[in-house]
């Protein structure tokens, strides 16, 4: 059974930054690519950010481009979310999710959710004004 853990989030002002990171286990990390999301009280989930399985592709929601970067230790089975620049409309749970489909040939640019099998169980960032 894999498992995604998410950690890393808090309460920070808006300007500031986090890094939030998702340990994963039980199938072989490296073999897969992964995506954050968000869910905001109220609203639906919205994707976040993508990376491939080998790490060198990436695809980002507008909204967090040139402020956010994904990026993972495959070697520690861990793929990060570091946030800079962070804004109210940031506050949210963010999910790190890993891909059903094993080394896929392109990174994940599809923002539904659909090609996510497993989700972790979030982890709340909540940015002050």
């Known amino acids: 059974q894999v498992q995604l853990v998410e950690s890393g989030g808090g309460l920070v002002q808006a300007g500031g930054s986090l890094r939030l990171s998702c340990a994963a286990s039980?199938?072989?990390?490296?073999?897969?690519?992964m995506g954050w999301f968000r869910q905001a009280p109220g609203k639906e989930r919205e994707f976040v950010a993508a990376?491939?399985?080998?790490?060198?592709?990436?695809y980002y929601a507008d909204s967090v481009k040139g402020r956010f970067t994904i990026s993972r230790d495959n070697a520690k089975n861990t793929v990060y979310l570091q946030m800079n620049s962070l804004k109210p409309e940031d506050t949210a749970v963010y999910y790190c999710?890993?891909?059903?489909?094993?080394?896929?040939?392109?990174?994940?640019?599809?923002?539904?959710?659909?090609?996510?099998?497993?989700w972790g169980q979030g982890t709340q960032v909540t940015v002050s004004s």
């Open positions: 999710a890993a891909d059903r489909t094993p080394k896929r040939s392109t990174v994940v640019t599809s923002t539904s959710g659909y090609e996510y099998d497993y």
């Open positions: 039980g199938r072989t990390f490296s073999s897969y690519a």
């Open positions: 990376i491939n399985w080998s790490g060198g592709n990436t």
